[in-house]
């Protein structure tokens, strides 16, 4: 059984351009979340799709941006690139119901964004 | 706000050493809590969780978190520590809904052989 992969594992951008990275969840699961991790960093929140919509965003500007797909994989596009936007991009995956009913978040590995 | 607060930047231990993990929180109520390892190269993998009930929780890799409401923390432990667990812990806590982790800043553990 796959876990959360995701792609590229390494990228290098430079300011000003536009990254896409992508992400299939775990089978069985249909929620998708992203985090940013900076480095000496937690992971942040960016934000989660379900049903192929948004549903709840944290507290990044409208640069960063997704997409699901029916089959439930999903896209983080980041738009503009700064420098301060190097970081993992962390993709987790869950059923609906979330952690709350005993379920557990799985994360992939992570695509590591280099901004020059 | 909900927040989570891991003090230890770096703790270093020796192999068969015992090992504990700090984790302090602030929640509206009573959480449900998280610890989460990440590998050099790898991806977040989940150790234990706490969400009712007993409050001390047993994870894998012989890794063990005690819940203590009195003192807001949720403190992982592991009686000797081997090689391979050198590695960056986090722990967390929800957000504003059921699929929102917030984390802490991550304690990074070595292992001196």
């Known amino acids: 059984d796959a876990g959360v992969t995701q792609s590229p594992t390494h990228l290098i951008k430079t300011r000003g351009q536009q990254v896409t990275l992508r992400c299939s969840p775990k089978?069985?699961?249909?929620?998708v979340s992203w985090y940013q991790q900076a480095l000496g960093q937690g992971p942040q929140f960016i934000f989660q799709?379900?049903?192929?919509?948004?549903?709840q965003r944290g507290n990044f500007p409208d640069r960063f941006s997704g997409h699901q797909f029916p089959n439930y994989s999903s896209e983080l596009n980041v738009n503009a690139l700064l420098l301060g936007d190097s970081a993992l991009y962390l993709c987790?995956?869950?059923?609906?119901?979330?952690?709350?009913?005993?379920?557990?978040?799985?994360f992939g590995e992570g695509s590591w964004l280099t901004v020059v | 706000a909900q927040s989570v607060t891991q003090p230890d930047i770096h703790i270093t231990v020796s192999e068969g050493a015992s090992l504990e993990l700090r984790c302090n929180y602030s929640?509206?109520?009573?959480?449900?809590l998280f610890w989460y390892v990440q590998s050099p190269g790898q991806g977040l993998q989940l150790l234990l969780k706490?969400?009712?009930?007993?409050?001390l929780v047993q994870g894998i890799k012989g890794f063990e978190a005690e819940f203590k409401r009195s003192q807001s923390s949720f403190n992982l432990r592991k009686p000797s520590v081997h090689w391979s667990d050198a590695a960056e812990y986090f722990c967390?806590?929800?957000?504003?809904?059921?699929?929102?982790?917030?984390f802490g800043s991550g304690t990074r553990l070595l292992v001196r052989p």
């Open positions: 987790a995956s869950s059923s609906r119901s979330g952690f709350r009913s005993g379920n557990t978040i799985y």
């Open positions: 967390a806590l929800p957000g504003d809904s059921s699929y929102k982790l917030i």
């Open positions: 089978s069985g699961h249909d929620t």
């Open positions: 929640y509206g109520a009573t959480p449900y």
């Open positions: 799709y379900y049903e192929e919509e948004e549903r």
């Open positions: 706490y969400f009712s009930g007993d409050t």
